[in-house]
């Protein structure tokens, strides 16, 4: 599941970074997660409660914030939101993103990935 490897691999960076820093426990992990990104906040939770049991995340908080796509088209210089269906087919294939205003391919800027925003530690 797209989930539990994007979790797994965010469970890893806390647990390291606390490390380094000599943290008793993991407060609270917020995550910023990118519209594009096709991530479900629910299956993510999910899979957090049961990918910190018995870590230093244990029983700690998990907050994700959506970020709201930005493209850019290289044709015509659109600078915003894509269009695009938000089909159930998107989550298998890749989507495609076309610039409103000229139908021509984008680039994403902003949207795609998960990021650590900020972690609470206790010292
Ligand atoms: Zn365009």
Request: proline share 4%; charged share 25%; hydrophobic share 40%.
């Amino acid at each position: 599941m797209h989930e539990f490897s994007m979790v797994s691999q965010l469970v890893e960076k806390v647990v390291e970074e606390a490390r380094k820093r000599g943290a008793k426990r993991v407060v609270e992990v917020e995550l910023e997660v990118g519209q594009l990104s096709f991530l479900n906040p629910e299956q993510m939770l999910f899979a957090y409660r049961i990918l910190t049991k018995g870590t230093i995340l244990e029983k700690s908080r998990l907050t994700i914030r959506t970020v709201e796509a930005h493209v850019r088209c290289r044709l015509c210089g659109f600078d915003g939101k894509p269009e695009y269906a938000d089909d159930a087919s998107y989550h298998v294939s890749a989507p495609l993103f076309l610039c409103p205003n000229c139908g021509g391919p984008v680039e994403v800027l902003v949207g795609t990935g998960c990021i650590i925003k900020r972690v609470r530690l206790e010292v």
